[in-house]
């Protein structure tokens, strides 16, 4: 199960931060370790710093994108401490780990750490189906990065000892989508609802933003999120058809029902 979760640095600045959390993933047992976009890898500090995690550095995945690295992951958590006005659901450590755990059980999960300096973007937080903040002294709330890995790491370590992951129920009838198949979804959202005239197309802002939100909290399964792609499809064939559009002209563009 712990060899599902994905431990993803998103541009990391300082290598020798890289060599420090494979250090602290491997003393809690998690080997998938993800690298979007790194500034310097591989670097003799990074090497270093994970003293006896060299393996773990060694597999390491580079990646371009976010969004490459947790595509095919059903469950993704950020971790940030700064809460946005389009913030994911916030949760505790203990709740973070115990979701991890759960949705490991189907597949790969990813927890993912910002730079050093800006944290993780907007952007990236659309990824994610939650927050996670570590609790820490208002005063002084700033952990860095291996220390946030080692502290997560930690608590996914102790409750998968404990199999403390039976307390989240994943038994919802279906699968929980991938990362790739909710962002072919809000795109067709977003495309369907578009052409109704609802979202503006050059400026989809706010709206597309809380519908991430509403279909976040609402966490829908593979099926139900097949059901929600068919209801949009029927709406583009009716307005296909208002428009003039022959079903012969349909079948050549793109599939929209998932």
Not at 13 to 26: L, T, V
Not at 39 to 56: M, Q, S, Y
Not at 168 to 187: C, H, I
Request: charged fraction near 20%; hydrophobic fraction near 45%.
């Amino acid at each position: 199960m712990l060899n599902n979760i994905r431990i993803v640095l998103t541009r990391t600045f300082h290598p020798g931060n890289i060599g420090s959390s494979a250090r602290a993933m491997k003393t809690m047992g998690l080997r998938q370790l993800y690298l979007v976009a790194p500034r310097v890898f591989p670097d003799p500090e990074a090497e270093r710093l994970a003293a006896g995690a060299a393996d773990v550095l060694a597999q390491a995945r580079v990646v371009d994108s976010l969004a490459a690295a947790v595509g095919d992951c059903a469950w993704v958590v950020a971790s940030s401490v700064r809460r946005r006005e389009f913030a994911r659901p916030l949760v505790t450590p203990r709740a973070c780990a115990a979701q991890l755990l759960a949705h490991a059980k189907q597949g790969p999960v990813a927890l993912v750490f910002g730079p050093e300096r800006f944290g993780l973007s907007n952007a990236d937080l659309q990824l994610a189906r939650c927050q996670v903040a570590i609790p820490a002294d208002p005063a002084y709330a700033s952990l860095n990065l291996a220390a946030s890995v080692q502290t997560l790491a930690y608590e996914i370590y102790q409750q998968h000892q404990g199999s403390a992951s039976s307390q989240v129920s994943t038994e919802r009838g279906s699968s929980m989508p991938s990362t790739v198949e909710l962002e072919q979804f809000y795109a067709h959202l977003e495309k369907t609802f578009s052409a109704t005239g609802f979202v503006r197309s050059q400026h989809p802002g706010q709206i597309m933003a809380r519908l991430r939100q509403l279909f976040g909290r609402a966490q829908p399964d593979a099926m139900e999120l097949n059901i929600l792609r068919g209801m949009l499809a029927s709406v583009q064939r009716t307005l296909d058809d208002q428009s003039g559009v022959t079903p012969k002209d349909r079948a050549a563009g793109p599939d929209e029902s998932g």
